[in-house]
């Protein structure tokens, strides 16, 4: 099993936060995982990609260039690198509350949500990057939401435990939502 991920999205959206709790639960499911991250250098507002390649075996090299089989677009401003970088038969999932005309992928498939708009019926958008999350771990497998679940309660519990219970319901917002859209309720 080998996943090559690319989490993007303007700073401040938590594309990077996305990333780092795929790693923590590919930790806790005792695979191997390495992430790498590119960002510009305004402090928000910049387009970030964060990078983790996800396997049951030793990982050669942390690049993902252009072949990733799993990507995320939160905004616009980085929807068509990301395009461009999802290998065939790939998974991008795009936030269709800020992609305004996702375009036709032909040889992968793009699941589109919107995750702004459902993180503001959960109370607030920031949470979008967990509804994206809980999307991606329901279409593609990669991790067990459970194991999501474990990890958002031990980053926020300590510092920030009023935020453990809006971001499980943001995960699992996302994973029920593209259950449903595959009939696997």
Request: net charge negative; with cysteine.
């Amino acid at each position: 099993m080998l996943h090559k991920c690319m989490f993007s999205g303007s700073g401040g959206q938590g594309s990077a936060l996305m990333a780092k709790m795929v790693c923590l639960g590919a930790i806790k499911e005792n695979l191997k995982v390495v992430m790498t991250q590119t960002y510009g250098i305004e402090q928000r507002g910049g387009d970030s990609t964060a990078f983790v390649i996800v396997s049951d075996e030793p990982i050669g090299s942390p690049i993902v260039e252009n072949d990733a089989t799993v990507a995320v677009a939160l905004s616009q401003s980085i929807y068509d690198n990301c395009l461009e970088g999802v290998v065939p038969n790939g998974k991008l999932f795009t936030n269709s509350s800020m992609v305004e005309n996702p375009k036709d992928t032909g040889s992968f498939e793009q699941i589109c949500l919107p995750v702004s708009d459902m993180g503001v019926e959960l109370g607030t958008v920031r949470c979008a990057n967990m509804v994206m999350l809980g999307a991606v771990l329901a279409g593609t497998g990669i991790l067990k939401l459970e194991t999501i679940e474990e990890v958002v309660n031990e980053t926020f519990g300590a510092k920030k435990p009023k935020l453990v219970g809006l971001n499980i319901d943001a995960l699992r917002t996302g994973y029920a939502a593209v259950k449903k859209e595959a009939g696997n309720e």
